[in-house]
């Protein structure tokens, strides 16, 4: 059972893994230098603890203590218990949910140990969900709620792992947490060492690299054929720029979302719903 302690000094150093939320370079920074990220709201904390990530302490206001009694109860972390003025002082914004939990990283595995471990869970798997063999890659995401937002499109678009560039940001950035809903979570997840070199890997892995591009030389979604989905591996660009050159060179096959009304793109985070979705294998 979690010690209850309530707190009433912001500067109290058992709530230093709780400060300056809102200083995204510090946070960014010290979050995977000390092996902790931050879950916000009673559903994501549930869902990394479910997810099996080991919780540091949660730090909740005192409304929040009866509603998470039964993860209290179950374990041994401490809890600070906290005036919501508090709360706000010590991270720097409203806690509008009124719970927040420090949680334990796990090893990410690299690249090749991700594929491996994707196509053993779609042999093992029940095949019945439609999912194939589909990964994601994103390159340069630097937008945490894009990130968070296309996580959450390919956990419930059944695509088997992401990958993503060097240069993405962190799936385990609160606001990426808290827009993925807690996708982050039930995704595997790992991160490239070199780039676009690292692609190597995926094509070695046997699956084709479609990239997701505006460029009218692309062939339109609707009109690939359906089998060239069944192991394959989505790559979307960054918000401003989409995929870079190399990416571009690198790809099996371009591949566009057709648009009307003038539109020449979609919000990436839309275009990773509508691809995720199109490439779906159809049922026999």
Request: net charge negative.
């Amino acid at each position: 059972m979690a010690d209850l302690i309530t707190v009433e000094d912001p500067d109290d150093p058992r709530l230093r893994d709780y400060t300056g939320l809102t200083d995204v370079e510090l946070r960014r920074k010290r979050e995977p230098a000390e092996g902790l990220f931050i879950a916000e709201g009673e559903k994501v904390i549930r869902r990394a603890k479910d997810a099996g990530y080991e919780m540091r302490s949660m730090l909740l206001s005192a409304k929040w203590v009866d509603v998470m009694r039964d993860v209290i109860d179950e374990l041994p972390a401490p809890v600070y218990a906290v005036s919501p003025e508090l709360a706000e002082r010590v991270t720097g914004y409203h806690v509008h949910r009124g719970a927040l939990a420090s949680m334990q990283r796990k090893p990410m595995p690299d690249a090749a140990e991700l594929l491996v471990s994707a196509r053993r869970g779609v042999v093992t798997g029940d095949r019945r969900d439609g999912a194939g063999e589909r990964v994601a890659i994103f390159e340069g995401f630097v937008d945490h709620a894009n990130l968070g937002a296309a996580f959450r499109s390919a956990a419930a678009l059944g695509i088997k792992a992401i990958l993503l560039s060097p240069d993405c940001t962190d799936p385990l950035y609160r606001r990426a947490i808290k827009v993925s809903m807690g996708a982050v979570f039930s995704v595997p997840y790992a991160r490239f060492d070199a780039w676009p070199a690292g692609l190597d890997v995926v094509r070695d892995a046997g699956y084709a690299i479609l990239a997701m591009t505006p460029d009218e030389k692309a062939t339109p979604l609707d009109e690939l054929n359906p089998e060239r989905f069944e192991k394959s591996a989505i790559m979307l660009g960054s918000e401003g720029h989409g995929l870079s050159t190399y990416a571009l060179r690198a790809a099996d096959e371009w591949v566009r979302i057709p648009m009307s009304a003038g539109v020449d793109s979609l919000n990436v985070a839309a275009a990773s719903a509508v691809a995720f979705y199109a490439t779906r294998p159809r049922p026999a």
